[in-house]
């Protein structure tokens, strides 16, 4: 990835770091746009290859979306398969 690519991801973790924060404050942890700024943030971490970042981001997502939705919830089974999917663990035939 170039440089610039680089310097404008940076730029948008700290755009959606505040929106995160926004939603947490407003809206509360219990609201599906604060759970998908968490997933936001964590898909701008792995594209900047900050994994582990990215892990904690996406397992807080997932944790919150378990948590409003239910466990049984067809997003939280999407979200799983799409994390898995994306880490290459995924077991589906």
């Known amino acids: 990835m ?3 690519a680089y310097s404008l991801l940076a730029i948008a973790i700290i755009y959606q770091q505040n ?8 809206l509360g942890l219990d609201h599906l746009d604060t759970v998908k700024s968490y997933g ?3 898909v701008f971490y792995y594209r900047l290859q900050q994994t582990e970042l990215a892990l904690k ?3 807080r997502a997932l944790y919150l979306l378990h948590l409003t939705c239910g466990p049984s919830h067809p997003n939280t089974y999407i979200n799983v398969a799409m994390m898995e999917e994306g880490l290459g663990t995924c077991c589906c035939s």
Do not use: F, K, P, S
Request: glycine share 6%; charged share 25%; net charge negative.
């Open 40 to 42: 936001d943030l964590a």
């Open 2 to 4: 170039m440089a610039g």
């Open 57 to 59: 981001y996406v397992n």
């Open 19 to 26: 929106t995160l924060n926004i939603n947490e404050r407003e």
